[in-house]
């Protein structure tokens, strides 16, 4: 969740420094960048909501079985509930439980946040790199 966390700020970061232009190019670089911010916040919820079932916190709970009949099965349940929530499409067969009600909604309002910083730090401006070229000659 650690790793989640400096992921998230190291985009908001990029966010504030990277100040959009009228003219723009798209930054693959920061495209990739994205994918694994959402990659990095999916696993580290993920791993948050097993460890609190591991510890015996519920937080999650698929239609009326609980998770965890064997490890592998918790594993699947907690990654697919963690994508969908970040994903912000909440398709309702796996339900936060408790705690993981105030941990889903912290992880669905970083998956709103970050589509928002992706649009302004993809776009870089030719004035910056025209700048940049101009000093160093």
Do not use: C
């Not at 969740?1 to 232009?21: C, D, N, T, Y």
């Amino acid at each position: 969740m650690i790793s989640s966390f400096v992921g998230v700020v190291a985009s908001m970061h990029l966010l504030i420094q990277k100040q959009p232009r009228i003219e723009r190019r798209l930054s693959v670089k920061h495209f990739l960048v994205l994918i694994m911010v959402y990659l990095n916040v999916t696993v580290g919820f993920g791993v948050v909501y097993i460890a609190l079932e591991l510890l015996g916190v519920q937080v999650i709970k698929e239609g009326t079985k609980m998770p965890g009949e064997s490890l592998f099965h918790l594993i699947e349940d907690a990654l697919y509930f963690s994508a969908v929530t970040l994903l912000t499409v909440g398709y309702g067969d796996i339900i936060p439980q408790g705690i993981g009600r105030w941990i889903a909604i912290l992880q669905a309002l970083i998956g709103y946040l970050l589509p928002a910083a992706f649009v302004v730090t993809s776009f870089v401006t030719y004035e910056d790199v025209g700048r940049k070229r101009s000093h160093h000659l």
